[in-house]
């Protein structure tokens, strides 16, 4: 038996290809599955494009995201029909992932999905709305409620971004979203921005402690961005990094944080132990309006997967890319 799936080799040269498979050619795992939908994240752009070197291993199928039923399973957590959901986990980077019709994954990397999510839902979510969630339970471990003030998201209209405005929005938080790009507003106020400020407020290098603007934020850029960030964030305030889309430096001082008692809480999503993936996936659950998924969702094919890479380093992408298999 034979699948598609996105290939990604180096013989010689770094090229990414949609091919035919074997089944006997799927990686070590013990729960095998054939894959509903998965997703385009930045990750994956930059796996397929070769930008960055993110792939450690030759040939592997990019995607980070995946979500399928069982067919074989060796696992006494799952059975076959079992409808699971991965994020992370060094698969698409180490172990091959989603951008294929079949997948074999370890069953210590996969949960059940939410039976109140589809699964287009979950992939339109993907990694993007599950990091925003734990992002915003990171805020309220910290103790910041709506009464707190206001929460700045910046790289708003990317995808953690997306779903970081709209589920501060349905938990009741006034939502500042950071963009630099003045045609999306419009987008931003439909997921229920409050107030938005232009990017290049916080892009460069600011002052060591600024006008107190937020009570907490959460980053998904990285560098002077969330430098800035920390430098305007109020007395007793916790700032969610969870990216670097403008840079991995940190070249700020200590002032926030000895004088304004502000808290730095770094997000990861890739390694999260499992209790923690079904807390923020069980809260998704609750607070997701398919409705919302719709509007920000732009569905593809394998066919389109590769062509789109290009677009997605470059921003011309909205929203979250979903691949339907």
């Known amino acids: 038996m034979t699948?598609?799936?996105?290939?990604?080799?180096?013989?010689?040269?770094?090229?990414?290809?949609?091919?035919?498979?074997?089944?006997?050619?799927?990686?070590?795992?013990?729960?095998?599955i054939d894959v509903i939908a998965s997703t385009m994240n930045y990750k994956d752009a930059l796996a397929?494009?070769?930008?960055?070197?993110?792939?450690?291993?030759?040939?592997?199928?990019?995607?980070?995201d995946l979500v399928g039923k069982v067919t074989e399973s060796q696992s006494n957590r799952f059975k076959i029909g079992d409808t699971v959901i991965l994020n992370g986990f060094g698969v698409g980077e180490v172990h091959s992932g989603g951008l294929a019709e079949k997948a074999s994954l370890k069953s210590e990397w996969l949960i059940h999905l939410p039976k109140a999510i589809s699964p287009i839902d979950a992939m339109t979510i993907g990694t993007a709305g599950y990091t925003a969630m734990l992002s915003i339970i990171a805020l309220e471990k910290h103790g910041l409620t709506p009464e707190s003030g206001k929460i700045l998201v910046t790289g708003?209209?990317?995808?953690?971004?997306?779903f970081a405005v709209s589920l501060l929005t349905k938990l009741g938080y006034?939502?500042?979203a950071a963009t630099g790009k003045a045609s999306e507003h419009e987008y931003l106020y439909q997921l229920g921005a409050k107030e938005i400020i232009d990017r290049h407020e916080l892009s460069d290098k600011g002052k060591p402690l600024q006008k107190m603007r937020w009570a907490g934020a959460i980053d998904s850029v990285g560098s002077n961005t969330l430098v800035n960030v920390l430098a305007a964030t109020?007395?007793?305030?916790?700032?969610?990094?969870?990216?670097?889309?403008?840079?991995?430096?940190?070249?700020?001082?200590?002032?926030p944080f000895i004088l304004r008692n502000v808290t730095l809480r770094g997000?990861?999503?890739?390694?999260?132990?499992?209790p923690d993936?079904?807390?923020?996936?069980?809260?998704?659950?609750?607070?997701?309006?398919?409705?919302?998924?719709?509007?920000?969702?732009?569905?593809?094919?394998?066919?389109?997967?590769?062509?789109?890479?290009?677009?997605?380093i470059n921003g011309e992408i909205k929203g979250r890319l979903v691949v339907k298999i």
């Open 3 to 32: 699948y598609k799936a996105i290939v990604i080799d180096k013989n010689p040269d770094y090229i990414a290809t949609l091919t035919d498979l074997n089944e006997d050619q799927l990686p070590e795992g013990d729960v095998k």
């Open 48 to 64: 397929i494009t070769n930008k960055n070197p993110v792939v450690r291993t030759f040939p592997l199928t990019p995607g980070i």
């Open 156 to 162: 708003a209209t990317g995808g953690v971004g997306s």
């Open 174 to 176: 006034d939502v500042i």
């Open 234 to 255: 109020e007395y007793g305030g916790c700032v969610a990094a969870c990216g670097l889309a403008q840079g991995f430096d940190l070249n700020g001082t200590v002032m």
């Open 267 to 274: 997000v990861d999503s890739v390694m999260r132990p499992l």
């Open 277 to 312: 993936r079904i807390e923020a996936w069980s809260r998704l659950a609750e607070l997701i309006d398919p409705a919302t998924l719709a509007n920000i969702r732009t569905e593809i094919t394998l066919d389109e997967v590769i062509e789109n890479a290009d677009k997605i």
